[in-house]
């Protein structure tokens, strides 16, 4: 019975905890979602390689708060939506479409990635489970996404 006490106990202290840690991040996603009607949009691409992105930046005033990327690829058409803090990613939520490869039924996949101060500090998979930060995936995504916001703020901003 104690044992069960304290294991219950040790999983909502976690949980807590993680959702202490995004509550910034949730805040800030919640108030731009909100207010993206009253914002400038800006249509731009931007190419590498043989891809070609479709990104759509909102600007409140001077201050980019969102962008959109359309990003076409063999894992299926998907979107990343880069929410911006102080001309830094704070948060990036990445869908795209897939296969399951075992039932081989459509599915949508879904990536919370999470920054501070540039630097992305969590990710949860799909599953809403946590990437080692550690990992290889983890360095690879990290490098991507910081790489992909530089280059679709300097696209975006020559469109202005």
């Known amino acids: 019975m104690r044992f069960s006490f304290l ?12 959702q202490k840690d995004t509550a910034h991040h949730r805040e800030v996603y ?3 979602n909100k207010n ?3 914002y400038q949009k800006v249509k731009a691409s931007y190419g590498e390689d043989e891809t070609t992105f479709e990104i759509v930046g909102f600007f409140d ?10 990003v076409p ?3 299926g058409n998907g979107h990343d939506e880069y929410y911006v803090e102080n ?6 939520f990445n869908t795209y479409d897939s296969v399951d490869p075992v039932s081989e039924k459509d599915m949508k996949v879904e990536n919370r990635l999470y920054f501070k101060d540039g630097r ?13 930060p ?5 360095q690879l995504e990290a490098e991507r996404l910081t790489t992909n916001f530089k280059n679709f703020v300097v696209a975006l901003k020559a469109k202005r």
Do not use: H, Y
């Open 7 to 18: 294991f219950c106990f040790l999983v909502l202290c976690n949980s807590a905890v993680a």
């Open 134 to 138: 550690k990992s290889e995936d983890f």
């Open 73 to 75: 690829g063999e894992d």
């Open 87 to 92: 001309g830094q990613p704070l948060f990036v």
């Open 120 to 132: 992305m500090v969590k990710w949860l998979d799909t599953k809403k489970k946590p990437v080692d």
């Open 30 to 32: 919640a108030e731009i």
């Open 36 to 38: 993206e009607g009253s």
């Open 61 to 70: 005033g001077a201050t980019l708060r969102k962008i959109v990327a359309r």
